[in-house]
């Protein structure tokens, strides 16, 4: 079966962004722009999808890979061939890694568990339910980026 997509050839976005909870909100936002920008509408299951992965991962930069003030940078890549939406992350701590997830059904809400009602923690779980695949590489510089990329859907 052969696929042909209107998305453009491999894009790229790139936006640095403060290391405060406003930094990750205007990352969100400027992702689901230009989310839209490339056709994919809020409401699309893709944008939506795109849109927690880019606010989990920002949010978790924020609060964990944020160093002495310096930026933080979202990055978004749109491959055409097979449609793939690369988001990344950079921070500036490299120290500080994401575990992994581990594999199989994870229990978001226990009764038993001392982090009942906790309003974080639950962020990488949303990423690894959300992305086809994700993670961390070294850099740049001292720092580390965490990535996501979600399939899209395209047209036959």
């Known amino acids: 079966m052969t696929y042909e997509t209107t998305l453009p050839a491999s894009v790229l976005f790139c936006l640095p962004f403060a290391p405060a909870p406003h930094g990750a909100r205007l990352a969100r936002v400027a992702a689901g722009g230009q989310l839209a920008a490339w056709g994919l509408p809020p409401g699309h299951e893709a944008h939506d999808a795109a849109a927690l992965v880019v606010s989990e991962l920002a949010t978790n930069a924020v609060r964990h890979g944020s160093r002495d003030g310096q930026s933080l940078e979202l990055r978004l890549l749109l491959l055409p061939d097979p449609a793939v939406l690369r988001v990344e992350v950079s921070d500036a701590r490299g120290g500080t890694v994401p575990d992994p997830v581990p594999p199989g059904p994870v229990p978001v809400h226990t009764t ?45």
């Open 112 to 156: 038993d568990s001392a982090e009942d009602g906790a309003e974080s923690g639950r962020g990488l779980l949303l990423v690894d339910a959300l992305a086809t695949r994700w993670g961390w590489a070294p850099g740049p510089g001292t720092g580390k980026t965490v990535w996501a990329e979600l399939d899209l859907p395209v047209n036959a």
